[in-house]
């Protein structure tokens, strides 16, 4: 008895054992994770003292071999396992205010100390952040709900039923309508779209509706603003002087690109390093205007180097922003303070950008030379022409020459001035007798100097020495008067070994005075003969290059990069000083993010392929934050430009990264199809209706139980307006246009620019293709949130501002809007008030008007005939002289329309 009482005592003691274990096991802490419980408070509370910036005791928390590592005492703060032996926990743990960290700050809370403690017990172990992580295929969550569309829906639902929230029922058919048209092409959309759809009751109705929309070509000039801001596309220069710019080819390429859907991958490759590209056409020299929309500052008396450090920049941060959501641009004077990037990897990239041509000129080069049809032919002809009697690399060559200028050397290179000067900071001027230096000229091989010059005297002799002011005179070269206008000359020379300076001399008999100029320069090139000599039609190619080496042109700024011979080598900037150069550096990527591909060029293009390679992490995550911003109004991690430690978390990890991984995957870079996806799913499909209930839980709809409700964007509040007022052009492409502004906006004393206002259907065309002046933007753009672009703008705030309401009440444009929607109503209304203003509410909204609104119209119509009746130079006033039917009853009927342009539900999507 005993032995059986024994065995079954030892069971129940066994059984309590386990038990034990699994209620340990169950109930237990769970581990610290450094992402999301320890890295906020490093951040928040010790990392101005302790990262990139400062360091203090030599102790930093930025990076984990810093942290782990020595500090000035010798011994290391933190020891993992050890909380009791770590400075770390120590420090945080003090009373004393002189001793206890942070120092002269709020002491750490009791859960924040327990939470570090635990950490460094647990072996202080170091996470990657969210967003510098690979990219993974996700699980779709398993739901079965009736309201579920696409698996968008899926994660969407996951997340509203953890917050015990339900989603809202779709919206009505006119509401949808509307919705998709604005969010896909910027517009109210076609006549003969949306009656199909209204009619279509069936279940492909929005399925046609919506593959409409994305066939129009008023597609691609939607999205194309949107990447006229994060490529701070301007027309001028920026700066204080703000001369013109001729870029607007540029944003032509970016319409045609979203128009056929080029592959997102593509789209990059081609902007950031078109020009590197085998056998580049004119269209990818012109994608790479997209860092040619740099601010240069050609104002007399200002520093080119400093001005074209700060485009190159300019370039990195830009890149990083817009492309990756990242603040790169932290790293320029040291280490990230907050994520981990240090200082020398800015310069290792910034090595892919530094090695281009552009220098800060007044001229913009290097550019694209524009052809007319008939010289563009003749270019195809001298091509041909040097492949069958040079070589390949010969047509090459000749070809890329007469396109962009360059090779060459720019005369604002010219330095050692005497009796001469760098004129406006652009070109080299010499006076009479006067001299300069040109540095570091490869004569190796050379025969031939091509330079580009002006000259208002006969008898010019322009001598070029060797070396020293006194040295070799390598030639002397007749300068002939030029009138003043620019001219191109060819002139021999003998050959030279190596790498020379060169000092240039000038001297003209007929110059009377030592002050006058009698030359300027503006670049020169050094070269071997034209080749082909003794081949047959030598002669007329020879004549045909020279031809087209003169021919007007348009002009428009791109990306070229250096010949080895002019190789700019990148340093550190000390400081971020760029007077103070350190430590020379090759051109690298980040060590926390994907190497580069095997195989690829240390430039540019090696560069754009690291970025498109699908094991960046950032680049697609990026891109379908972008994109879901713009329909849902907030990004899935609201800070766009910011996916680092200290921008705010994706409220939908997963539903961001399944996402990302289709986009790269399964649809091949297409945005188009990544749109679909998400403007198919029902959570973009639902009512925007709110209640109290999902105010309370969700007062800015991060959690999507209901459609998105934003005020519109600028361009669509200006477009829509000219679209319902039968005013709309749509003409496409071509130069940017000047509509109605008012005078003394522009104040351009450097040039005497003015804004001449466009004729006929110009001054209706869409929003994008405003002129924009950097220091005097189109006014009622930035009233409504545009930018100045005079840096990248990853997302533009919303505001809500009095200003807006005076604008969209009183500007001029939106009394040209309400005269035409005014006609447009009689027209279809007939003499019948309440018909006109009905068919006027169902020309904006695609549904019947309510009662309420009937009534309120109505009476503001009845109350302007009691005025306009009365007051005859008001109705001309309010109707326009040019009307053919100027009475009070249209006046009234103007007056109401301009208030049916300003309703809540026209001015936001809903």
Known sequence: MNIFLSKKIAVVLSILVIVGLFYKLAFSEQEVDFNTQVKPIINKKCISCHGGVKQEAGFSLLFQEEALGPTESGKPAIIPGDPDGSELIRRISLNDPEERMPYKHEALSEDEIKTLRQWVSEGAKWGEHWAYVQVKKQNVPDYNEKWIRNDVDRFIFEKLDEQGMKPSPEADKSTLLRRLSLDLTGLPPSAALSEKYLRDNSEKAYDELLDGLLASPAYGERWTTLWLDLARYADTRGYEADRSRNIWKYRDWLIKAFNTDKA????????????LMPDPDDAKLIATSFHRNTMTNDEGGTDNEEFRTAAVMDRVNTTWTSVMGTTFNCVQCHSHPYDPFKADEYYKFLAFFNNSRDEDTQSEYPVLRGYSSEDSLKLIKLTGWLKTNTSEAHARKYLMFLKTWQPTINSLQCDQFSNAALISSWYAGLRNNGSCRLKNVVLENKTELMFRYKSNYNGGKWSVYLDTPGGKLLKTIPLANTKGEWEITTVTIPQVKGRHHLYFKYYSPLIKTSDETGVQFDWFRFDTDFPGKGKPGYVNALADYNYLMRAKVDETPIMVENSREQFRPTHVFERGNWMVKGKQVTPGVPGVMNPMPANVPMNRLGMALWLTDKKNPLVA??????????????????????????????????????????????????IKRLLK???????????????????KKDPNNKFYARGARLRLSAEQIRDQGLEVSNLLSRKMYGKSVMPFQPEGIWRSPYNGDKWNLSEGEDQYRRALYTYLKRTAPYPSMITFDGGARESCIPRRIRTNTPLQALTSLNDSTTLVMSRGLALRMQQIGGK????????????????????VKLNALTELYQKAMLRYRKDKPAVIKIAGEKEKQVSAET??????????LNMDEWLNKN
């Open 677 to 695: 996806e998400m403007v198919t799913s029902a959570t973009y499909r639902q009512s925007s209706s709110v209640n109290e209930e999902l105010l």
């Open 264 to 275: 997102y991958n593509e789209f990059l490759i081609e902007q950031l390093a078109g020009d």
């Open 832 to 851: 019948n008030l309440t018909r006109q203003i009905s068919k006027g509410y169902e020309l904006m909204m695609y549904k019947p008007i309510s009662a």
């Open 891 to 900: 006046a009234s009927l103007v007056l109401v329309a301009g208030a049916m």
């Open 621 to 670: 995550r990026t891109m379908v934050n972008r994109l879901w911003e713009q329909l849902f109004g907030y990004g899935i991690a609201e800070t766009l430009e910011d996916l680092g430690t200290q921008g705010i978390p994706p409220t939908h990890m997963e539903l961001l990264d399944h996402l990302s991984w289709k986009f790269m995957h399964d649809y091949n870079w297409s």
